[in-house]
């Protein structure tokens, strides 16, 4: 058995993949607000997993322009960054361990390169950076 994404398609080592998460909190970067370059905390709904990645790593839908959503996104510099907004994380799966939707990825982030781990079923099968295939 293979890993499954959300969409219930298979994922290979080399797709891309965008996870599906929601903010847990933002730290503003340096003095500059909003940034591309915050680190935004969040958590996907499937088995929770949290982890902290930079904003321009993500699509968000814009949110008012207000202290309160401190990030800058990669789709046009949308600003976003309050707890409980729904952003889309971007990368490209580098290694699979395990199967079926709880199998975990590791993923490489689009902008900062960051590496994370996801379960399957946490993402999304993508073309192009936020596509559904």
């Known amino acids: 058995m293979a890993s499954i994404s959300q ?16 903010v ?6 340096g003095a500059t607000v909003p940034s591309s ?9 499937w088995l929770p997993t949290t982890f902290v990645a930079q904003a321009n790593d993500m699509n968000a839908v814009e949110q008012f322009a207000d202290a309160n959503h401190p990030a800058l996104s ?10 409980g ?3 889309t994380v971007l990368g490209t799966c580098t290694a699979i361990s395990g199967t079926g939707d709880s199998a975990l990825l590791t ?11 996801v379960p399957a079923g946490a993402v999304r ?9």
């Not at 847990?24 to 970067?29: C, K």
């Not at 370059?37 to 709904?45: F, K, P, R, S």
């Not at 099968?125 to 295939?133: K, L, P, R, V, W």
Request: aromatic share 8%; charged share 10%.
């Open 7 to 22: 969409d219930g398609k298979q994922v290979f080592v080399g797709d891309q993949v965008s996870i599906t998460a929601l």
């Open 107 to 117: 993923v490489t982030l689009v902008t900062s390169g960051l590496v994370i781990t």
């Open 74 to 83: 990669f789709n046009g510099g949308k600003q976003f960054g309050a707890k």
């Open 125 to 133: 099968n993508a073309a192009a950076y936020g596509g559904s295939q």
């Open 37 to 45: 370059l915050a680190m935004v905390t969040v958590e996907t709904a």
């Open 24 to 29: 847990v909190s933002t730290a503003p970067f």
């Open 85 to 87: 907004d729904q952003v």
